[in-house]
């Protein structure tokens, strides 16, 4: 570990590094809605067809297509699509509120898909929990009231629910709002009691659903600065759908991009960015301040041996931006090193690729 | 994207669904053509065949149909007792009602047993309704409460009331016992919504009338088939607004519960119906104020209550009695409408005011129990607060007033009204009636049918076609055609009132503020008194049915008008006026153009108010089908052919529906 290192910002750790076991995994799921829908999947002929030949051939709408990934332990995965792209029956298949067509969703070792009504029940009530766009407070309950209903819905004694709603409303926020009603809240406002009513019964994993988009940019940011607090502190496994890339960098470990219900790519922010898979992922990342996803990693060049190697080291995780400073000021190129071992070396003229111009990269 | 699939696809899919489109496009620049050569034939055939084939029936004569129905009653009233039928099912709930309604009688209104009076007495009644509109409501209506029953006891008319509303509050509670679950279930499942519906429209187009003659055959005269006809009348409100409510909560807040893992059990009893409590709350209030309009009505085959004031005085044009009761009933309705309003605001009101009195509600609602327990038993005990005291002076004082009015209109203003009353019978009602009525009877029909299709399209053409047949098959054609020239003159009088006003009101936020309450008052009094204060102006005539039903449906037409006017996108009037249109132009060109559709709605709904009073006429000497459906209730050699005209009632209002419904649909599209 050298010094430098050590200054720069770590970035959370990249799960698909370490591999552990999965929380969700989710293997070719579809969901078709319309006539003879579960038919769809299994044709090979049907499959190849667009959205829009399907529709015409059969009359049905492939919303998600063909979709899989896994969630580690502890990650924020994000989905992000264009409204229409499957995103949301995406996230609503995960706890079957939408029956999923074909496919197989595992959590815990448990396929969701083969739960009874009660089994289902329990999973919703113990395990996953959900944000929602329009919040879906109920508007005849205060807050407190609110906030307990997951439990109220256990059977929860009334005692101990409120006890454990009041703790919830404090660490999102709320209190001195315990009382109100909803509609004496600003969204903003809503929506943190959206999150303290997943959050009240202790989810393994937090599903949201567009949690933000319908807020004012402002208090948009102060939310998904709220949600990277609440990960830090209680460090759920969260599931994070969103229509906007500048929200599903800043909040996701890795970011699955969704195009007519089909997966485009699956990545962390610099590989999207550094790699797009397609068109339509570069035309998506274009407009993104490449300095502050990409990392050395992305920009480095192999060693020449004009190259003087006496520099200082940075490793490959550190984000453009933060080395800036570092590479320019230094008199000589950087060396960039993980574990003792020579990658690759960044001068002048790669930062300032990267910093004052859009084009270049990988 | 999805989006731009969709948009793609929906005008080749409004192609497929509908290729008349087109067809309907050529046909509209026609129609007014199409309409002036059905009437123009009409007329001349009618100067050519007049007098012939009119299928004229006197009003003591009887058809074989009537007399077949009058076969019928006798022999069900015959076999009553040993038909298993009507042992094992209609005797049943005859009974079940009929406790039910003594039940309450007794305890409000009616002597009990050994007791000269009922168990519990006016200070009773007054201090429970003053108590329940507290509790649901707020103390002000618990003021207005308490006012108006004591209004009913300084008017001499204490039993009566308690007879009226012990009825209304039975037929309600058998209701909602039906209703709310019925509208939870259709607000649930498409499916049964998807059966319910038709037969929810069909109870509502009727007019209350209809529903008590085929109820008398089955269930007898009296307080069980006024409680049976009004439960059918008063359930249907109930029943589509709790659907509605069920439907329209928040699909997300539904989502939410089922993310939470709560049960069907739990998503409706927990989110579902507490979500939509205020509008079921509505739909109890359209419930019971429905009721009372057909209890009142319902004094028609014997229920008891102020309608038999009301309808006594009625039939001896004795204006001044039937006013003192027509004005009780306003007063019940009145008071009935505030306190289950303010039922349905109270919690909203509470929650937003944040009150402080909040914790002192309890005590006081306990404190209000004992009170209002001490004076029922006061009113159990004692004599003095049992039966009203007095003699209800102050009704013969009203009585009196109101006959002193009716005289000095009478003397002072015949001029006027019988002008007014003369000008539209001779220049308007009588050209028309002896055109339906002179005019030989295939010959309307074909007009009526022709009509359908051109307004309605084919669909309804098909069902004029079998209204008129059936109405032929009736055996009061004539009479039936003597109703629909009523009908359809207080109609276009409705729509003309309609129409001022309610471009009035559409234009005018001021307007429609100072409007709209009166409106929604005088939507809420049973029809029934209406025709009291007509009677004084324009005596015993059809055209005081006809004023009455003009004054009765054109609330709603001028509701529907005027929000159809404001519905009109603000931008659209806007570019108009920056065209330069000048307001008539902008009324002509723009506003009543885009409102087609409430002005056919308001038109059916204008028909089907305009049907039902015209036909309750028929006590006020509009004759026609009405008159026939109340001599069946008097007389028993006349039941069929007022069970028949009945029938006709129907049948007329399902074609007016149906045509309009249809020339609605066409309009939307």
Redesign the interface.
Known sequence: MTPAQTEAPQRRGTPQDSAPTPVISVRKLWKVFGPKADQVPGSEELCGLTRRELMERTGCTAAVRDVSFDVSPGEVFVVMGLSGSGKSTLVRCLTRLIEPTAGGIVFEGEDIRDADDRRLRELRRRKFSMVFQHFGLLPHRRVVDNVSFGLEIRGMSKAERTRRALEVVELVGLSGYENSYPDQLSGGMQQRVGLARALAGDPDVLLFDEPFSALDPLIRRDMQNEVVRLHHEVGKTMVFITHDLSEALKLGDRILIMRDGRTVQCGTGDELVGAPADDYVREFVKDVPRGDVLTLRWIMRAREDADELDGPELGPDVVVKEATRAVLTADKPVKVVENGKLLGIVGDEEILAVVAGREGGA | ???A?EK??KPGEAEALEPAAPAGGARKVSRPMVIGAVLVAWLVLFALLRGKQTLPLAAADLTDLHRWINDFNDSIGAHRNSNPLFLYFFNEIRLVIDNLVTFVQHLISQPSGTRPVPQVGWLGVVGIAGYVSWAVGNWRVALLAVAGFTFFGLQGLWQESMDTLALTLSAVFVALLFAIPLGVWAGLSDRFNRIMTPFLDFMQTMPTFVYLAPLTLFFLIGGASATIATVIYAAPPTIRITAHAIRNV?R????????????RR?SLF??LL??S?RTVVMGVNQTIMAALAMVTVAALINAPGLGVNVLQALQSLDVGTAFNAGLAIVVMAIVLDRVTTAAGAR?ENA?RSMNRFVKWRRPLLGAGAVVTAVLIHLSHTYVWAADFPGNGTIGHHIASAADTATDWAQDNLSGVTNAFRDAVTNGLLNPFQTLLTDSPWWLVGAVLVALGVVFGGWRAGVTTAVCVGLLVGTGVWSDGMTTLASTLVATVLVMVLGVVFGVWMGRSTLVDRLIRPTLDAAQVMPPFVYLVPFLALFGATRFTAIVAAVVYGAPVAMKIIADGIRAVPETTVEAAASAGCNTWQIITKVQLPMSRGALTLATNQGLIYVLSMVVVGGLVGAGALGYDVVAGFSQGELYGKGLAAGCAIVLLGVMFDRITQAAARRVGA
């Open positions: 994207m999805s989006v699939v793609s696809r928040s997300t807040t539904v989502e939410a519960a089922e993310s939470l893992g709560a049960t739990q927990k989110v507490p979500m409590r919690e929650r």
